[in-house]
T-cell receptor, first 116, second 113 residues
């Protein structure tokens, strides 16, 4: 049973460029969430996708956008990169419960983005 | 809004000693609480969770945590530390319907031989 996978594992970009990160959820999961983890910090919620729509969003600017595909995989796009966007980007998948809640989130290994 | 405070950014214990990692949360509605572990250059692995029911929850690798509503705490414990427990530990909170996790700053656990 494949867990959450992310690509690429590492990425180096220049300020002002755009980047796309990819995530495949755990088998059987239908919800994907993205988190940003700066060095020495806890992960911070960016947004969550379910049924190909953004359902909830954290305190991140519009430069951060995403997409979910019919097979439940997801992309995170960041435009006009800033030095402060350097971080580990984590994808987490979960299964929406009939109550509407998603309890356990399973995390991928992350993509390390460095902006120079 | 929910928040999490982890007391102690760095905890050091001897191998075989008790591990106690502290977590306090703030939530205006009944919370769901989680502990995750992160090994170097890896993602987060779920150790245990509390949603409803029994307030003492057991997780993987011998860890357990107790939900104390009156103290708004969810401390993580393990009776006897192993060298393999050295890692970063994160406490997180969510609420039903919120669909997102709010994490603490993390506690780095070091095990001394």
């Amino acid at each position: 049973d494949a867990g959450v996978t992310q690509s690429p594992t590492h990425l180096i970009k220049t300020r002002g460029q755009q980047v796309t990160l990819r995530c495949s959820p755990k088998s059987g999961h239908d919800t994907v969430s993205w988190y940003q983890q700066a060095l020495g910090q806890g992960p911070q919620f960016i947004f969550q996708y379910y049924e190909e729509e953004e359902r909830q969003r954290g305190n991140f600017p519009d430069r951060f956008s995403g997409h979910q595909f019919p097979n439940y995989s997801s992309e995170l796009n960041v435009n006009a990169l800033l030095l402060g966007d350097s971080a580990l980007y984590l994808c987490a998948s979960s299964l929406k419960q009939t109550s509407g809640a998603s309890y356990e989130q399973y995390f991928g290994p992350g993509t390390r983005l460095t902006v120079t | 809004a929910q928040s999490v405070t982890q007391l102690g950014s760095h905890v050091s214990v001897s191998e075989g000693a008790l591990v106690l990692l502290r977590c306090n949360y703030s939530s205006s509605v009944p919370p769901y609480l989680f502990w995750y572990v992160q090994y170097p250059n890896q993602g987060l692995q779920l150790l245990l969770k509390y949603t409803t029911g029994a307030t003492l929850v057991k997780g993987i690798n011998g860890f357990e945590a107790e939900f104390k509503k009156s103290e708004t705490s969810f401390h993580l414990t393990k009776p006897s530390a192993h060298m393999s427990d050295a890692a970063e530990y994160f406490c997180a909170v969510s609420v039903q319907g919120a669909q997102k996790l709010v994490f603490g700053q993390g506690t780095r656990l070091t095990i001394n031989p």
